[in-house]
């Protein structure tokens, strides 16, 4: 891209969380590279077609227009939220900024404050996520997990009382029908929402999908370059100790050769000279689990990378293909 930089486009989902989160991203990239940018919103498969997210594709569902509209030059960036985003690179294009992560938690959202723990028996609690569910369940075997799609107001709707709920009759399947939801953290954060959150439920108690809370800043390969306006703009907004977490979440993910219809939780942190990786496998029943936890001094994306798919080979070997659809060892 030249110096003298057209306006740059870049491309998000249209839903309201997409768009205040690459609000933000352009905000900060138009302060840092001092030119013009403007959002365009791409309709996706997953913002089209219904049903449960695990039979539609999997995460890809969310992120192969955008791809395809940055390899075409409808867009320059697309901001992806990068748990949807498919663990195999595309060529041609380069995940060239992974900023701050936000809070990586799920949260409670639930009616009359209650917590996990103090949920009537047999509450109903809504969520799209296997992940989420198999945890749930293994903490709460009482519970009645409801499948639920639909945007991040839509969810909350579900639930009776909320802050910022419209008054509404219940309609089952639609309004006030449930008990609870359990959302991101980070996406609650990102549309003024954390008003409704009852519970920020702990990594012990569920851990997030990989990549979780995080954003993924996708470009060309050739605009990538340092030496160009772009390339420098997203390399300063990229935060290296987020991209070595989520780079040990997305290798043993990877490895594990699982996707969103996997009941698989991983969260890395650096702290000091190491980087930490926990993960999870849950059987959809929650009745089975297997955690398991590992550590490096390799501060670096191969280091990073290394960590996952050793954790990964640990879990694979601890039966973990037993609990989920996972990919099983290598023959």
């Not at 403007?38 to 539609?56: A, C, F, N, R, Y």
């Not at 399947?173 to 954060?189: C, F, H, M, Y």
């Not at 990989?210 to 772009?230: I, N």
């Amino acid at each position: 891209m030249a110096e003298t930089m057209a306006s740059v486009k870049i491309g998000t989902r249209g839903s309201k969380l997409a768009l205040s989160q690459t609000q933000q991203i352009t905000d900060q990239l138009r302060a840092v590279g001092g030119f013009a940018a403007e959002i365009v919103p791409i309709k996706t498969d997953g913002d089209i077609l219904t049903g449960p997210l695990s039979q539609m594709g999997g995460t890809g569902v969310f992120a192969a227009e955008l791809r395809a509209a940055i390899l075409d030059g409808r867009v320059d960036v697309a901001v992806h939220s990068l748990k949807d985003l498919p663990t195999a690179a595309v060529p041609g294009l380069t995940l060239a900024a992974v900023p701050v992560r936000a809070d990586a938690r799920d949260a409670l959202c639930s009616r009359d404050g209650l917590k996990l723990s103090e949920l009537p028996v047999g509450a109903t609690v809504g969520t799209g996520s296997p992940r989420r569910a198999a945890q749930l369940l293994a903490a709460r075997p009482d519970l009645s997990i409801v499948d639920i799609r639909g945007n991040v107001d839509t969810r909350l709707a579900r639930v009776p009382g909320l802050p910022g709920n419209p008054d509404a009759d219940m309609v089952p399947g639609k309004v006030g029908d449930l008990d609870a939801v359990v959302l991101a953290a980070a996406g609650l954060t990102r549309i003024g929402r954390l008003d409704t959150v009852t519970e920020f439920l702990d990594t012990d108690v569920m851990l997030p999908a990989p990549g979780q809370g995080a954003l993924a800043l996708e470009c060309r390969t050739a605009d990538a370059e340092l030496t160009g306006v772009l390339g420098q703009s997203l390399s300063a907004v990229d935060d290296h100790d987020t991209r070595l977490a989520v780079t040990a979440e997305r290798a043993l993910l990877a490895r594990l050769e699982a996707g969103c219809s996997a009941p698989v939780g991983a969260l890395g942190h650096r702290k000091g000279s190491m980087l930490h990786l926990e993960t999870v496998v849950v059987s959809l029943d929650g009745k089975r689990s297997l955690r398991l936890k590992k550590a490096t001094d390799g501060l670096t994306v191969v280091g990073a990378t290394l960590l996952g798919i050793e954790l990964a080979e640990e879990l694979l070997a601890g039966g973990a293909a037993d609990l989920a659809d996972l990919a099983g060892p290598a023959q």
